[in-house]
Structures are given as structure tokens and as C-alpha cells.
């Protein structure tokens, strides 16, 4: 079934030492989001890219960045992760953007210790 | 600027009760309308939309119709399941291009046996 997968589940880091969240589609969809959900709150958008092209969200802090190799794969990385950082991130996808339905993956709980 | 505002929950329900979460929205021109669903642990889920005023959406049992006239997209269901249990997401994308999504802050929903 085509899909948004991400790897890995669950990941575990320390403070200050960096870590990189994986994304893998095989809908072909151009559009990619990354999105940090904290408990009991709704999906907080941080980029997206459309094919290439990169759009960062003006709040996102310096701290998180992304890579799309191609357009199957999305990186988010996360140069040195904060106590606050800890939360579910969420992989989703779109034909296009503006109306079209995104399609999210299971997400990975990141735990800083 | 647009936004969506539902029901705060938790709703707690017994299994067969009819289920009603209220979403009202604030846009201009006619945006797209989704519920989004979050099982325990996993990513969201696109549970049903409408694209248009008077359109109904529906899924799985659920319903819901685009009202125009009071701004409102509320969620239904006749008879719930425990399986229903879950955090329920109303959201919105305006019609330009690069107008991204924007949820409420989420319902959560237990259904007892």
C-alpha cells in the first residue's frame, strides 16, 4: 500500500546531541511537512517543501532543519535538541499544496534526556 | 486571519451514544473543511471532508456538513464505538495556493463499554 513511513518510532537522544528523523513516501505526492505536536495540542507546522523548494515557517527555531535528497525522502534534523524539543514529530504529504488532503505517518516520539 | 475553534473535550460517552464535537470556523472565501482523527500513539488520520457549502462528508459512520451560513462543520456520529476512542481534529485550508492547513486544538473522545 503506498504510504508515509517514518523512521524511527521512537528515539531517544541527549541533550545538545544532534539527531535526524526520517521520512519516506511512496505516494510521489511534491509537497513534504514536518510538524512538532506536544501533548494535548494540535500539530504545530515547522517547514514544508514543495518539490525543492524549501519554505520555512517564520517561527521554526534555527535549531530544526530539513533535507529532501529527492522526492521520496525527507530529513528533519535537529542540531542540538533541548529538553523542550521533546515531542511527536509528524511526517505528512500532498499532491499540492493550498486544499489538497495531507496524509500523515505514524510519527517518531523524540525523548530528550 | 483564519482560525477553528471546537469543542474542548475530554467527551466521555458510553458505547451507542450519539456523538456530537462542535467546530466553527473564521475564513475568507470558501475554504475546505476536514476532521482529522489521532489514535493513541499514531499520526493523524484524514477522517472525512467537504469542499464546498452544503457538502456532507462521510466516513466510517461520521458526518459532517458544511455549513455556510453559521460557519460550521460539527462532527456526528449515531452510535460510538469503544474503538472511537481517539483525539479529533477539525481543520481548514483556504483556497490559495499557499494557505496551509490549521487545526483546532483537538477533542478527546473516550468511549466507555
Known amino acids: 500500500d503506498a504510504m508515509v513511513i517514518q523512521n524511527p518510532r521512537y528515539q531517544v537522544t541527549q541533550f545538545g546531541k544532534p539527531v535526524t528523523l526520517s521520512c519516506s513516501q511512496t505516494?510521489?505526492?511534491?509537497?513534504m511537512y514536518w510538524y512538532q505536536q506536544k501533548s494535548s495540542q494540535a500539530p504545530k507546522l515547522l517547514f514544508h517543501?514543495?518539490?525543492?523548494?524549501?519554505?520555512n515557517e517564520a517561527d521554526t527555531p534555527d535549531n530544526f532543519q530539513s533535507r529532501r535528497p529527492n522526492t521520496s525522502f525527507c530529513f528533519l534534523d535537529i542540531r542540538s535538541p533541548g529538553l523542550g524539543d521533546a515531542a511527536m514529530y509528524l511526517c505528512?504529504?500532498?499532491?499540492?499544496?493550498?486544499?489538497?488532503?495531507?496524509?500523515f505517518g505514524p510519527g517518531t516520539r523524540l525523548t530528550v534526556l | 486571519g483564519d482560525s477553528v475553534t471546537q469543542m474542548e473535550g475530554p467527551v466521555t460517552l458510553s458505547e451507542e451514544a450519539f456523538l456530537t464535537i462542535n467546530c466553527t470556523y473564521t475564513?475568507?472565501?470558501?475554504?475546505?473543511l476536514f476532521w482529522y482523527v489521532q489514535y493513541p500513539g499514531e499520526g493523524l488520520q484524514l477522517l472525512l471532508k467537504a469542499t464546498k457549502a452544503d457538502d456532507k462528508g462521510s466516513n466510517k459512520g461520521f458526518e459532517a456538513t458544511y455549513r455556510k451560513e453559521t460557519t460550521s462543520f460539527h462532527l456526528e456520529k449515531g452510535s460510538v464505538q469503544v474503538s472511537d476512542s481517539a483525539v479529533y481534529f477539525c481543520?481548514?485550508?483556504?483556497?490559495?495556493?499557499?494557505?496551509?492547513?490549521?487545526f483546532g486544538k483537538g477533542t478527546r473522545l473516550h468511549i466507555l463499554p
Open positions: 475564513a475568507t472565501g470558501y475554504p475546505s
Open positions: 517543501y514543495y518539490d525543492k523548494d524549501f519554505n
Open positions: 505516494l510521489n505526492h511534491n509537497v
Open positions: 505528512a504529504t500532498s499532491i499540492n499544496r493550498g486544499a489538497d488532503t495531507q496524509y
Open positions: 481543520a481548514l485550508t483556504g483556497v490559495n495556493r499557499d494557505d496551509k492547513i490549521i
